[in-house]
């Protein structure tokens, strides 16, 4: 089992910066890898970033490409989400999630990827 924790969400106004921070503990946090999700008012979860258990590879949704950054301190057991230029869509409850696949599929992008999730943080942006 892992168990992962989110922090950092809040209220801030369009063109704002949040940082996430997902805290990990329970099985070795460094052999998973790690993403993010985010699950938006009347909407589906969806993929925002994902990174491989070394950090080598990172991935991102179009929609965030060049504004967020995903990271991970596998010594601190934590995993990061840094979000710049926040617009009103970026409105949603941000979820990490920890899986250990032989496969993933293309971009790590899938919630099938992942094993364990977190229960989520509120970001909510102002226009």
């Known amino acids: 089992q892992v168990q992962l924790v989110e922090s950092g969400g809040g209220l801030v106004q369009a063109g704002g910066s949040l940082r996430l921070s997902c805290a990990a503990s329970?099985?070795?946090?460094?052999?998973?890898?790690m993403g993010w999700f985010r699950q938006g008012p009347g909407k589906e979860r969806e993929f925002v970033a994902a990174?491989?258990?070394?950090?080598?590879?990172?991935y991102y949704a179009d929609a965030v490409k060049g504004r967020f950054t995903i990271s991970r301190d596998n010594a601190k057991n934590t995993g990061y989400l840094e979000m710049n230029s926040l617009k009103p869509e970026d409105t949603a409850v941000y979820y990490c999630?920890?899986?250990?696949?032989?496969?993933?599929?293309?971009?790590?992008?899938?919630?099938?990827?992942?094993?364990?999730w977190g229960q989520g943080t509120q970001v909510t942006v102002s226009s």
């Open positions: 999630a920890a899986g250990l696949r032989t496969y993933y599929t293309v971009g790590y992008s899938g919630r099938n990827d992942y094993d364990y």
């Open positions: 329970g099985r070795v946090f460094s052999n998973y890898a």
């Open positions: 990174i491989t258990w070394s950090g080598s590879r990172r």
